[in-house]
T-cell receptor, first 114, second 109 residues
Framework: NAGVTQTPKFRILKIGQSMTLQCTQDMNHNYMYWYRQDPGMGLKLIYYSVGAGITDKGEVPNGYNVSRSTTEDFPLRLELAAPSQTSVYFC?????????????FGPGTRLTVT | QKEVEQNSGPLSVPEGAIASLNCTYS??????FFWYRQYSGKSPELIMS????GDKEDGRFTAQLNKASQYVSLLIRDSQPSDSATYLC?????????FGAGTRLTVKP
C-alpha cells in the first residue's frame, strides 16, 4: 500500500492564481482531512469528509473548496490564491468514525504564494 | 475557542534521560488525545493515543491523561538522539481535531 499520497510536493503560485492539491489514499478509509501548517505552528483543519459525496468545514475553510467523488480521492481547491495561504498542506485519512481515530498523513505539499 | 497549549521549547535533555512533554486543552468534552512526532520537513506520525484517565505505556513512551485538570503529558524514557523532533499534542471531539503548536525536543549525545 502506498498509504496517503499528495501531489505536487512543491508549488509556487502568483497572487490570484488557482490550483488543486491532489490527495489519494489506498487504505479504503472513509474519513479524509485537509490541514495546513504554518511555520512553528500546529496543524489547522481546513475541511474533512466522512465519505464519498459528504464534506464539511473545519476550523479554517475560507479560501478553499473540496470535493469527494470517490472514496480514494479528496482534492483541495484554492481559488484566488493569497499570500496568507502560503503554508504546508497535509492530507490525512482514517478508518474509524469513532473516537479511536488514528489519522495517517501524506507527505505534504509546500505552497508559496507571491 | 478550543485551544490546545504546549510549551514551544526547545526542550533539551541528555541521552538516556527522561523527557517530559506537557499539553493542556480547553474543551472539556474532548474525548480522545494523541501525541504525534514530526521530524523537520516531514509529516506527523502517531506515537501514542489515550482515551481514559491514567497512564498508558508503549515501550519507552508513557502517555498520561487527567481530564479533570484538562492535562495530557508524554514521557519518553531513555531518550535517544533519534527522538529529537517536534511533538504535537492533538485533542479530538467528534472529528474536530485540534493540534497544539508543538514542543521541539533535542536529545544531546
Amino acid at each position: 500500500n502506498a498509504g496517503v499520497t499528495q501531489t505536487p510536493k512543491f508549488r509556487i503560485l502568483k497572487i490570484g492564481q488557482s490550483m488543486t492539491l491532489q490527495c489519494t489514499q489506498d487504505m479504503n478509509h472513509n474519513y479524509m482531512y485537509w490541514y495546513r501548517q504554518d511555520p512553528g505552528m500546529g496543524l489547522k483543519l481546513i475541511y474533512y469528509s466522512v465519505g464519498a459525496g459528504i464534506t464539511d468545514k473545519g476550523e479554517v475553510p475560507n479560501g478553499y473548496n473540496v470535493s469527494r467523488s470517490t472514496t480514494e480521492d479528496f482534492p483541495l481547491r484554492l481559488e484566488l490564491a493569497a499570500p496568507s495561504q502560503t503554508s504546508v498542506y497535509f492530507c490525512a485519512s482514517s478508518y474509524s468514525p469513532g473516537q479511536s481515530v488514528e489519522q495517517y498523513f501524506g507527505p505534504g505539499t509546500r505552497l508559496t504564494v507571491t | 475557542q478550543k485551544e490546545v497549549e504546549q510549551n514551544s521549547g526547545p526542550l533539551s535533555v541528555p541521552e538516556g534521560a527522561i523527557a517530559s512533554l506537557n499539553c493542556t486543552y480547553s474543551d472539556r468534552v474532548s474525548q480522545s488525545f494523541f501525541w504525534y512526532r514530526q521530524y523537520s520537513g516531514k509529516s506527523p506520525e502517531l506515537i501514542m493515543s489515550i482515551y481514559s484517565n491514567g497512564d498508558k505505556e508503549d515501550g519507552r513512551f508513557t502517555a498520561q491523561l487527567n481530564k479533570a485538570s484538562q492535562y495530557v503529558s508524554l514521557l519518553i524514557r531513555d531518550s535517544q538522539p533519534s527522538d529529537s523532533a517536534t511533538y504535537l499534542c492533538a485533542v479530538n471531539n467528534n472529528n474536530d481535531m485540534r493540534f497544539g503548536a508543538g514542543t521541539r525536543l533535542t536529545v544531546k549525545p
